[in-house]
């Protein structure tokens, strides 16, 4: 079975700019959540998406939003881009539902610098 | 939302047990405890989940008193392949659950 894919992999990007990230969790998996990570904050909690809904979205300013397509496949965008956007982004996958396991498996990043 | 703290570090040396022990107090009655591995520039890497008492499996083992306030990690016989962050969380499949993850635990595995 796949893994999570991510795409791109890199991206720079200027200030001002908006960018989209792309995620496709592995099959059979309805819920994909998004972190940032950087050196100073670590892994934070961007939000979460289950069935094309946003179930729960972190402590994020509105300038980052996403959307869940129907086949699960997860979008995120950031605009008005900032300096401290810079970061790895991070997206997992799981089940969700209401499935007693809630193990998620991540991809491996968009590294996103802000120039 | 369980909170949940570990050691900021820890070194050992390759061949030893390492346990990373994870503190959550406020854990609810449906909630999880999960452990995910991290290599620099990846993602985070499951490596076990359980509920209470002990769960094994091909790398590691899970440790979850009665009580469940705590929970222990246990790495068989580390190699320097097992140097990594470690993260502790707790929670479950419940909706409106932000996962908080904290700052891990650095090990340092030395030859």
């Known amino acids: 079975k796949a893994g999570v894919t991510q795409t791109p992999r890199y991206l720079i990007k200027t200030r001002g700019q908006q960018v989209t990230l792309s995620c496709s969790p592995i099959?059979?998996?309805?819920?994909v959540s998004w972190y940032q990570q950087t050196p100073g904050q670590g892994l934070q909690f961007l939000f979460e998406y289950f069935s094309e809904t946003q179930r729960n979205k972190g402590n994020f300013p509105g300038r980052f939003s996403g959307r869940q397509f129907s086949n699960s496949r997860s979008e995120m965008n950031v605009s008005t881009l900032e300096l401290g956007d810079s970061a790895l982004y991070l997206c997992?996958?799981?089940?969700?539902?209401?499935?007693?396991?809630?193990?998620?498996?991540f991809g491996p990043g968009t590294r996103l610098t802000v120039t | 939302l369980a909170k949940t703290t570990q050691p900021i570090s820890m070194d050992s040396y390759e061949g030893q047990e390492v346990n990373i022990t994870c503190s959550h107090n406020?854990?609810?009655?449906?909630?999880?405890i999960t452990w995910y591995q991290q290599f620099p520039s990846q993602g985070p890497r499951f490596i076990i989940q359980?509920?209470?008492t002990k769960v094994t499996n091909e790398v590691a083992s899970l440790f979850i008193p009665a009580d469940r306030k705590s929970s222990t990690l246990s790495l068989p016989r580390v190699s320097l392949s097992d140097t990594a962050v470690y993260y502790c969380l707790v929670g479950g499949d419940n909706y409106g659950q932000n996962f908080v993850f904290g700052p891990g635990t650095r090990l340092s595995v030395l030859p």
């Open positions: 406020n854990i609810a009655t449906n909630d999880y």
């Open positions: 099959s059979g998996h309805r819920s």
């Open positions: 359980g509920y209470k």
């Open positions: 997992a996958s799981s089940l969700g539902g209401g499935y007693r396991s809630y193990e998620q498996y």
